[in-house]
């Protein structure tokens, strides 16, 4: 899911870069207190009265305040207002299972990995985003009142449950989009570019059906991102080129999804077009990771069912990396754009697609390109290694620190957006 949330990362949406913050779900709280009535009319007594009178409407049961089942919903704030249901049911053998909706990012269902009650203590876990809420049951079974972690910053959350007369409609998931034709040369028919709200957190590139869409993203990410380069790697350009920043909403004037190659070509011509940028390609010695393949080989599944579809590279959280069909290069792209502050140059000689997870303790030094602070290391004996111990024993390579001749952009020029 490369994957902001306030951005639920789902299967469908091709996430081309997610950062954490971005998955991460900025919440506040939502309420709504439900009362239900029964009004009996008086009917005098007698055989009349008994034949003609109606039985009085069945009023909605009360909740028992011992069972979470059923269905939860509240309202997120994370620069717009997100509606978030809850559906959480039991199995046949009375345990809780959940599942997770934001209506609208396009309610894509997030298995919901554990949900428990204790006491009055509820807690459920989204391994997928990252996510954890811990909250309490009302007395009265009908809101649970918490907090919502997914990244560095808990935000307060109040779930309540919903009748059937309450309950939000989950909209059907759009049908998949079938791939871009090979030799396409696509551009955006249509692109809104506009300033970023600036409390709202994380940053992403998304591709999700037939549209690009970037969360608080600099002309600096822009860059990076299109000509798949590391920020030391672009040379020039005024302050504003990493500080403003912006949101993008794009749609391509060729029908299908786009390879990665042709998503890029795209967010290219936008810069070109709307920033007026221009460059030239040169090359410097500079300070730079080789990515190699370790003495024990490769520890990676080859995909090979869409070698023509977009990557999926996600953080669940900082140190927690979920790939799918990705190439090295779009790994190293990732470590150099995101975590690493230097180039990081694919040296595997590995070809195609790969699926892996990566989980490692980031140090303070990593994620500066998400604008992120890496949380303090944890002393807990099941804590993960190290980023280049993890890489050597979980995925077979290895980070070599080097100097090597690196492509870089000079910037001719440049200026800011056009207007809408």
Request: charge should be neutral; glycine fraction near 8%.
């Amino acid at each position: 899911m490369m994957a902001y949330p306030a951005l639920c990362g789902s299967r469908s949406a091709r996430t081309l870069f997610l950062s954490v913050a971005s998955l991460a779900l900025a919440v506040s709280s939502f309420s709504a207190h439900l009362s239900a009535q029964a009004a009996v009319q008086a009917v005098p007594p007698g055989p009349a009265a008994a034949q003609s009178a109606s039985p009085p409407p069945a009023a909605t049961p009360a909740p028992n305040p011992k069972d979470i089942a059923g269905t939860w919903q509240g309202t997120l704030h994370a620069g717009q207002d997100l509606r978030t249901v809850v559906k959480i049911t039991k199995d046949d053998k009375g345990q809780l299972k959940a599942v997770f909706y934001s209506i609208d990012q396009g309610a894509q269902p997030l298995p919901v990995d554990s949900v428990a009650l204790d006491g009055s203590t509820v807690k459920m876990k989204l391994n997928m985003i990252g996510g954890s809420f811990e909250g309490r049951l009302s007395a009265d079974g009908k809101t649970i009142d918490g907090s919502w972690s997914q990244g560095p910053n808990p935000l307060t959350l109040l779930l309540t449950r919903a009748t059937p007369e309450t309950a939000w409609e989950i909209p059907a998931a759009p049908p998949p989009v079938p791939p871009m034709a090979a030799n396409a040369d696509p551009s955006f028919e249509v692109a809104t570019i506009k300033p970023s709200q600036p409390d709202r957190p994380g940053r992403a590139f998304l591709w999700r059906g037939n549209q690009f869409t970037t969360i608080n993203t600099t002309l600096m990410a822009l860059i990076t991102f299109a000509y798949g380069v590391q920020q030391k790697q672009v040379i020039g350009g005024p302050d504003w080129i990493d500080s403003d920043k912006f949101d993008i909403e794009g749609k391509p004037d060729t029908p299908g999804t786009p390879s990665s190659a042709q998503l890029r070509l795209m967010v290219r011509k936008l810069l070109e077009d709307r920033f007026q940028l221009k460059y030239h390609n040169d090359k410097r010695e500079l300070p730079a990771y080789l990515l190699v393949v370790a003495k024990t080989g490769p520890k990676m599944t080859k995909d090979e069912n869409n070698p023509n579809g977009l990557p999926a590279l996600f953080f669940h959280q900082l140190g927690d990396l979920n790939v799918r069909n990705a190439t090295m290069g779009a790994f190293a792209g990732l470590m150099q754009s995101a975590v690493l502050d230097r180039p990081v140059v694919d040296r595997t000689g590995l070809t195609g697609n790969w699926d892996f997870e990566l989980k490692w303790t980031p140090d303070d030094s990593q994620f500066g390109g998400m604008g992120m602070r890496a949380p303090p290391p944890s002393d807990a004996a099941d804590a993960p290694p190290p980023l280049f111990t993890a890489i050597q024993e979980q995925i077979g390579l290895k980070l070599e620190a080097d100097k090597a001749s690196v492509d870089v952009i000079v910037i001719d020029s440049v200026e800011k957006p056009s207007p809408n």
